[in-house]
C-alpha cells in the first residue's frame, strides 16, 4: 500500500499551493522524543507472519514489565515497544538475545528521525563461549582479541586480575544476525603453534543448519552445498552443537 502510494506521488504534478513548506519546529517532536526515550525498535528474525496480539501477550509474559508495555506496528513486520520506565528498558536490553518462538527478537534504540521503513536491524549482542584455548590464553586480552574478529566485543566474563580459569572463555559480543555465525578462528599465540578455537553460542534460536544464517530455517535455505563440503556426520555444516 504505501509503496503504491509512493509510485503515485512520484509522478504527481503539485501546485503552487501544495508546494509551499511547513516548518516544524521542536515543539511538534517534543513528546514523542519525551516517550521516545523509554521505546525499542523492535524485529523478529523469521519468515513466518507475526500474529500482533500474541506478539504482546508472549512479551509481556517474557519480560514482566514492572509499568505496563505497549507494542505498536510501525512497518511490515517492525515493531515500536514502549515501555513505561526506562528501567524495563535497559534490563530487557542488557539481557539480550531474546526469543520468540524460537525466532531471534532483535531490539534496537528508538530512532525518531529516520521513517519506519528505512529503519534496519541487524544487530544483536550473544553470549560465547571460546573452547580449545590454552591455559596462558584464558585472560581478558585473549577475549578482546578473538571477539572483535566476531565483530565487536561488548564485554569479557573476567575478574578484576584479568584471567578466568575454567573450560572456556566467556565474551559477549554483537553479531550481525543477517550473516553466516562464526562457528570458530585460527589462533596463534605469539608467533607459536596455530590452533582452531571454537564458538559456542549461548541462547541460539532457531538458524539454518546448511548455510549458517539465522533468519531462516533449513527448509528454506536458498543456498545449496554440494555434497562434498558437507560435514560427514549429521549431512550439514552447522547444528544444534554451534
Ligand atoms: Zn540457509
Not at 496480539?53 to 519480560?63: C, E, G, N, P, V
Not at 525518531?112 to 529503519?119: A, D, F, H, L, S
Not at 608467533?191 to 571454537?198: D, H, L, P, S
Amino acid at each position: 500500500m504505501a509503496d503504491k502510494l509512493e509510485a503515485l506521488w512520484s509522478k504527481l504534478l503539485f501546485t503552487e499551493e501544495e508546494g509551499e513548506g511547513i516548518d516544524l519546529g521542536s515543539d511538534s517532536t517534543r513528546a514523542a522524543r519525551e516517550i521516545g526515550k523509554n521505546c525499542l525498535v523492535m524485529k523478529i528474525l523469521t519468515q513466518r507472519t507475526i500474529v500482533l496480539d500474541a506478539l504482546r501477550k508472549h512479551l509481556k509474559m517474557l519480560w514482566r514489565p514492572s509499568r505496563g508495555l505497549l507494542v505498536s506496528e510501525i512497518e511490515e513486520e517492525l515493531f515500536l515497544v514502549e515501555f513505561g520506565d526506562g528501567r524495563d528498558k535497559k534490563r530487557i536490553m542488557e539481557t539480550c538475545p531474546w526469543i520468540y518462538e524460537k525466532q531471534l527478537i532483535l531490539l534496537q534504540e528508538f530512532e525518531g528521525e529516520r521513517v519506519p521503513k528505512e529503519i534496519t536491524l541487524k544487530w544483536t549482542p550473544f553470549w560465547v563461549q571460546i573452547y580449545n584455548l590454552s591455559l596462558m590464553s584464558m585472560t581478558r586480552e585473549t577475549g578482546k582479541e578473538i571477539g572483535e574478529k566476531i565483530i565487536m566485543v561488548l564485554d569479557v566474563d573476567v575478574p578484576e586480575k584479568g584471567v578466568q580459569w575454567g573450560k572456556y572463555l566467556h565474551v559477549r559480543v554483537r553479531v550481525d544476525a543477517m550473516k553466516k555465525l562464526v562457528r570458530g578462528k585460527k589462533v596463534t599465540i605469539e608467533k607459536g603453534e596455530t590452533r582452531w578455537v571454537f564458538f559456542k553460542y549461548e541462547r541460539l534460536p532457531n538458524f539454518c543448519y546448511q548455510c549458517g544464517r539465522l533468519d531462516h530455517g533449513v527448509k528454506e535455505c536458498a543456498e545449496k552445498i554440494s555434497m562434498e563440503n558437507r560435514a560427514i556426520d549429521e549431512g550439514l555444516q552447522y547444528g544444534a552443537w554451534l
